[in-house]
């Protein structure tokens, strides 16, 4: 069976005359009449843009809301089984309405219902804000009746219409803008342009333009009416200072006056410093004594070129160095962005330990830099040992005395240095002394003795072993003693040679 669908228009027409208000209403529907209450605002014609109209004088513009009700759903229904309706609530006019409520209740002999919301004193009553024009709203319901013959439900709309009135609307509109230059150099002038103007459709009052800079606000134009589409003249405001260190610099322009949204331009410089890059290169080890070359490279990283560029050196401690040609004098008249210059130089170590080689390279506009150089300065230990007898010939019976004498000829410290004299079976071992204890071990029908280790012998320093022995036999005896040390990586040896007489 077709479903059915009913329509409903509320429809509601208004006059009304500025400075008194008189409100007319007249409804038609179809097919059959539905309650309404439709309070209206009507908008008025627009003047022209440039007239001057007393509010009275205004035309008011007629415009008429209507809204529909449409009622969806099948026309035939079995008692006590719920069926599905739809009411469309939709705004058949031009322009929106405003607050648009929706009620229904179920006529004696049915009940309805919907998911939202639930029923109050047996209404159902939605809420709209607004309906565009043309825009429609669905409802769900399900309606149930209770007994036979005829049954159904009821629908009724209220709303407020609305009227518009149209005005010209003029506003006044700053523009600004900011020019710098995007780089310079350290020391270099920045001039800054500022142009301000309005671009509006009507007077600016009271217009002021500020370029704010990273030393402060300066003022650019003073209060001043700017008409539409003029400008504060053709000559830009100019704003000039020196550039004192490297990094970005930002710039604002702010314009403001009566009634206009301010405006803002922003502009940003680069100032760069000159660069300069130095290496110094040397020997990471030396001896003392030994002379070594540096190397001092002096290099343009930047982006402007470099003048008067100088080197300097610092001279460590216990060194002795050649004076090099360019010390403390120019290096060279202008090194431009990757060029580089080289100076070499000798040196000469007297003592042992680190060496912390200084240096430093200027140049114009504050250009510096500073390198180091570290030399580690070490020495050799060089041990000499001589054997000497001090009586010789010696009669049989009588004592003689061999002397070892250790001297460190170097210039590094020695450790652990030992003497050692194996005493031959020609000679009797008496008594030994030095700088050290000692021991006299009898080996293989000979005594052997052996001083203790002398723990360090520093350099040009010597260490003296003596051993007193008496001659037991005649003939060409031969005395030898040896010495060791951390230094020496095998023994060092010397031999004497006694001549002992008598029966």
């Known amino acids: 069976m077709a479903a059915f669908t009913r329509r409903f228009v509320v429809g509601l027409a208004a006059t009304v005359a500025l400075g008194g208000v008189s409100l007319g209403l007249s409804a038609r529907d179809e097919p059959a009449a539905i309650p309404y209450a439709v309070p209206v605002a009507v908008p008025a014609a627009i003047p022209p843009a440039d007239a001057v109209v007393p509010v009275h004088a205004i035309e008011p513009v007629r415009p008429e809301a209507a809204v529909s009700l449409e009622w969806s759903g099948p026309p035939v229904v079995r008692l ?23 009620q229904v ?31 429609s709203k669905d409802f769900k319901l399900r309606v149930t009746p209770t007994r036979c013959g005829e049954a159904g439900c009821q629908a009724w709309v209220t709303l407020t219409g609305t009227a518009a009135m149209k005005m010209k609307v003029q506003e006044p509109k700053l523009t600004v803008t900011v020019e710098a230059p995007a780089k310079v150099a350290v020391g270099d002038a920045v001039e800054v342009k500022v142009f301000a103007r309005n671009t509006g459709d009507c007077a600016a009052e009271n217009v002021t333009v500020v370029l704010r800079t990273p030393s402060g606000d300066v003022p650019v134009f003073k209060p001043a009416t700017l008409d539409a589409g003029r400008s504060f003249g053709d000559v830009q405001f100019k704003h000039t200072f020196v550039a004192t260190a490297a990094g970005p610099l930002a710039f604002t322009a702010v314009a403001t006056g009566t009634d206009c949204q301010p405006a803002t331009a922003n502009a940003a410089t680069t100032v760069v410093a000159p660069q300069l890059k130095l290496t110094l290169t040397g020997p990471k080890e030396l001896l003392v004594g030994r002379t070594g070359k540096y ?65 430093e390279a200027t140049g114009d506009r504050g250009a510096k830099v500073a390198a180091e150089c570290v030399t580690v300065v070490d020495g050799i230990a060089a041990l000499r040992m001589e054997l000497i007898d001090t009586i010789d010939p010696v009669e049989k019976g009588q004592e003689t005395v061999y002397e070892v004498r250790v001297t460190n000829t170097g210039t590094k410290a020695d450790a652990n240095v030992i003497v050692a004299c194996p005493i031959p079976a020609a000679m009797k071992f008496v008594r030994a002394d030095g700088p050290t204890g000692h021991t006299a071990t009898a080996l293989n029908n000979c005594t052997v003795v052996k001083f203790d280790p002398v723990r360090e012998l520093a350099p040009k320093t010597e260490a003296v072993f003596r051993i007193v022995v008496k001659a037991a036999a005649t003939g060409d005896i031969r005395f030898k003693a040896t010495m060791n040390s951390d230094a020496l990586t095998t023994s060092v040896a010397k031999e004497e040679s006694t001549r002992v007489y008598g029966d």
């Open 105 to 135: 209740r179920a006529t004696p002999g049915a009940t309805v219902v919907a998911d939202k919301p639930a029923a109050a004193d047996g209404v159902l009553l939605w809420e709209l804000p607004a309906l565009d024009a043309k825009q």
């Open 80 to 102: 006590n089984r719920p069926n599905e309706y739809t009411l469309t609530v939709r705004n058949v006019s031009s322009q929106a309405v405003q607050r648009v409520t929706v």
């Open 295 to 359: 190397t001092a490279r002096v290099e343009n990283t930047g982006e402007i070129p470099v003048k008067a560029v100088r080197f300097r050196r610092v001279v460590p401690a216990g060194w002795t160095a050649a004076t090099a040609p360019t010390d403390g004098r120019i290096l060279a008249d202008e090194l431009a962005p990757g060029q580089a210059r080289e100076t070499t130089f000798d040196a000469t170590p007297t003592v042992t330990g680190r060496a912390g080689w200084f240096a």
